[in-house]
C-alpha cells in the first residue's frame, strides 16, 4: 500500500453517530458528528433517515478527485436533502454542494442541498441554486421538511448537464498535496 500522507490531525479513532461505524477521529470528523446528532436530536431525523459518506469519483483531463457528501437525508421513500460540510467560507462551498445534490442519485435531482462549515449553513434550492435560508436553523426538521415535500420536485438531470456537474465537483474537490500537486491517491487510473 502507498504511504500517503495525512492531511488531518489525527487524534484516534470515533464511533460514527449515525452508523456506529469506526472512524479517523480528526477536528473535521468532530464537527461532521455534531451535525449527525443536530440532525437527530434537535431535528428530529431518525438515523436510517440520514445516509452517510457518500461519494463520487471523478476523472477529467487526467485529475482525480473524491468528492464527499456528508449525509443525504431521506423521507417518504425519496432523497431529499443533501449536506456537505467544509471548512471555511459557506460561499465557496454553496455550487459544489449544488452539484453533489445534482448528480449523486441516478435518477433524479435531490430537492434541496446545505453546505456548512459547523458553524453556519446556506440552504439551498438545487434547480435554481438560489440561497433560500441561512444560519445553522436554516437546517430544516424532519416536521417541516414532511410538510415541504408536496412542494419539492424531483426532475431527472439530463445526461449533458450531468457531465457538467460532475465537472464542477472534480474542480472544486481536488485534493492538493502539500508538494502543489495533485495527490498520489492509490487505486486512482490517472494521477
Known amino acids: 500500500m502507498a504511504d500517503v500522507p495525512r ?17 479517523v477521529d480528526t477536528d473535521d470528523e468532530r464537527i ?9 436530536e434537535e431535528r428530529g431525523y431518525a438515523r436510517a433517515e440520514v ?8 476523472l477529467f483531463a487526467g485529475t482525480y478527485a473524491v ?7 431521506g423521507l417518504a421513500g425519496r432523497q431529499v436533502m443533501v449536506i456537505r460540510y467544509g471548512p471555511g467560507s459557506i460561499v465557496t462551498r454553496e455550487r459544489p454542494a449544488v452539484a453533489a445534490a ?10 434541496l442541498a446545505v453546505a456548512t462549515n459547523g458553524r453556519d449553513a446556506s440552504l ?4 435554481t441554486g438560489k440561497v433560500l435560508a441561512e444560519g445553522l436553523a436554516a437546517i430544516p426538521g424532519r416536521q ?24 464542477i465537483l472534480n474542480a472544486y474537490d481536488v485534493e492538493v498535496c502539500c508538494s502543489g500537486g495533485p495527490c498520489a491517491l492509490p487505486g486512482a487510473r490517472e494521477g
Open 144 to 167: 417541516e421538511l414532511l410538510a415541504r415535500l408536496p412542494e419539492l420536485t424531483f426532475p431527472p438531470l439530463p445526461a449533458e448537464r450531468r457531465e457538467r456537474e460532475l465537472r
Open 32 to 40: 461532521r458528528q455534531g451535525l449527525a446528532r443536530l440532525l437527530v
Open 124 to 127: 439551498l434550492d438545487t434547480r
Open 67 to 73: 468528492s464527499r457528501i456528508d449525509f443525504v437525508v
Open 102 to 111: 445534482r448528480v449523486v442519485n441516478p435518477e433524479y435531482q435531490i430537492p
Open 7 to 23: 492531511h488531518h490531525l489525527e487524534y484516534g479513532w470515533c464511533q460514527d453517530y449515525i452508523t456506529g461505524e469506526t472512524v
Open 51 to 58: 445516509g452517510v459518506r457518500l461519494r463520487i469519483e471523478t
